[in-house]
């Protein structure tokens, strides 16, 4: 298993801006794995999502997910390894408040351009997630657990082999944050999903089979 295809593999990924941010980090993690990344503000935890995302460019280093080196896509492999390979769900759910609930969630689908198969999928995403009876609603009459779990079932839609969390519950008090934690924790395990979160609460990282602290560059396993 520990050379299973679908697992996600660090090498050696380094990033710096004006100093260095990322010094030769290195880990690996098989499917349905949960790791968690806390460490202080400023210290990485965004920028390695973004690196593992591709959102942004590493200086030095390889980062491989299902055996294939995502460091060195393009154009359109990049375009769709971000989005039929990952899932990111950030601090804020970034939903457009003119479109409801089901319809943030169908947003993802529009690049394949699947129509009703997505639909469904969405739609039992949105049941599964305990929104059955939110479906036409619109983000202004969601509270802020229930906006993050639509944010959930969009960045599910596509069946990720990565789900990418950054801070996904530092606008959400306690009873929801947990609840936000156990749905990644239930997810991972249901449908074998490497899942990452990036976070500050020590609490709802212990939740995670594995946890790391990111300071100086550096990774160290807590």
């Known amino acids: 298993m520990l050379n299973s295809p679908e697992r996600l593999e660090v090498k050696n990924l380094s990033k710096a801006y004006q100093l260095p ?8 993690a098989l499917p349905g794995e949960t790791i968690a990344i806390t460490g202080p503000s400023g210290s990485g935890k965004s920028t390695l999502l973004n690196l593992l995302g591709r959102l942004e460019y590493a200086d030095s280093g390889e980062i491989y997910l299902g055996g294939v080196n995502i460091t060195g896509l393009q154009k359109e492999e990049l375009y769709n390894y971000r989005n039929k390979m990952v899932g990111f769900v950030f601090q804020e759910h970034f939903l457009l408040p003119q479109c409801t609930a089901l319809e943030n969630v169908l ?3 529009l690049p394949a351009g699947e129509g009703g198969p997505a639909e469904k999928k969405a739609v039992q995403l949105l049941n599964k997630l305990g929104l059955s009876s939110k479906l036409d609603s619109f983000p202004a009459k969601l509270s802020g657990g229930e906006r993050q779990r639509v944010a959930i079932a969009r960045a599910l839609l596509n069946s990720p082999k990565l789900l ?3 801070e996904p519950t530092g606008n959400l008090d306690a009873a929801n944050g947990k609840l936000v934690v156990d749905i990644f924790l239930e997810i991972a395990q249901a449908e074998k999903v490497i899942v990452l979160m990036a976070t500050h609460n020590l609490e709802l990282a212990a939740k995670f089979k594995t946890v790391f602290r990111l300071a100086d560059g550096m990774l160290e396993k807590v």
Do not use: G, R, S
């Open 21 to 28: 941010v990322l010094k030769n980090l290195e880990f690996a």
């Open 107 to 109: 947003l993802a689908a």
């Open 164 to 166: 990418l969390c950054d």
